[in-house]
T-cell receptor, first 115, second 116 residues
Framework: DGGITQSPKYLFRKEGQNVTLSCEQNLNHDAMYWYRQDPGQGLRLIYYSQIVNDFQKGDIAEGYSVSREKKESFPLTVTSAQKNPTAFYLCASSIGPGTPGNTIYFGEGSWLTVV | GNSVTQMEGPVTLSEEAFLTINCTYTATGYPSLFWYVQYPGEGLQLLLKATKADDKGSNKGFEATYRKETTSFHLEKGSVQVSDSAVYFC???????????????FGKGTKLSVKP
């Protein structure tokens, strides 16, 4: 089935550790996104990529890093510089900019907890 | 900057009641508007969308009309079911003239609980 796969579903991080969340899509979409969801705050954009080998910071990029070496993959690393990383992380993809009514599709999300 | 404001929840209704969740936006250019639904522990699913003024998006009995004059995109359903219990997000897609940046600006979400 076509879709967006995020892994792991649940992840625990110790203080000072970096962790990487995986996101893979087989929809042949050019654009990919990472959002963070906190209770009562909706979703906030961390990073996005509109094409392979290129990505841009979103509203809350500090403490995060990404790469886009392949069209289907957009991993997110939560670094030790992110002071409050406990949240629900959502990966998404879309055909890309320039498409009228460009629709973004989401994965099932990953829960990250600092212990 | 662009923003989306939606009514705060939680909203609790009895089965078969009428649902309205208000959403207003502030944007430059010509945004597309979306409603997404999130069931517990899951990602977001697109519920419906509208790409220009006066368009009506509809799906699964839900409807919303893109009102440019009131900058609104209210979600409605005539008869809710227990299975509609979820969190609903209103969102806009930022645009440049002649195209779309593609990024979504979300409201904070409205939790709906439907009781039998």
């Amino acid at each position: 089935d076509g879709g967006i796969t995020q892994s792991p579903k649940y992840l625990f991080r110790k203080e000072g550790q970096n962790v990487t969340l995986s996101c893979e899509q087989n929809l042949n979409h050019d654009a990919m996104y990472w959002y963070r969801q906190d209770p009562g705050q909706g979703l906030r954009l961390i990073y996005y990529s509109q094409i392979v080998n290129d990505f841009q910071k979103g509203d809350i990029a500090e403490g995060y890093s990404v790469s886009r070496e392949k069209k289907e993959s957009f991993p997110l690393t939560v670094t030790s510089a992110q002071k409050n990383p406990t949240a629900f992380y959502l990966c998404a993809s879309s055909i890309g900019p320039g498409t009228p009514g460009n629709t973004i599709y989401f994965g099932e999300g990953s829960w990250l907890t600092v212990v | 900057g662009n923003s989306v404001t939606q009514m705060e929840g939680p909203v609790t209704l009895s089965e078969e009641a009428f649902l309205t969740i208000n959403c207003t936006y502030t944007a430059t250019g010509y945004p597309s508007l979306f409603w997404y639904v999130q069931y517990p522990g899951e990602g977001l699913q697109l519920l419906l969308k509208a790409t220009k003024a006066d368009d009506k998006g509809s799906n699964k009995g839900f409807e919303a009309t893109y009102r440019k004059e009131t900058t609104s995109f209210h979600l409605e359903k005539g008869s809710v079911q227990v299975s509609d219990s979820a969190v609903y997000f209103c969102a806009l897609s930022e645009t440049n003239y002649g195209g779309s940046q593609g990024n979504l600006i979300f409201g904070k979400g409205t939790k709906l609980s439907v009781k039998p």
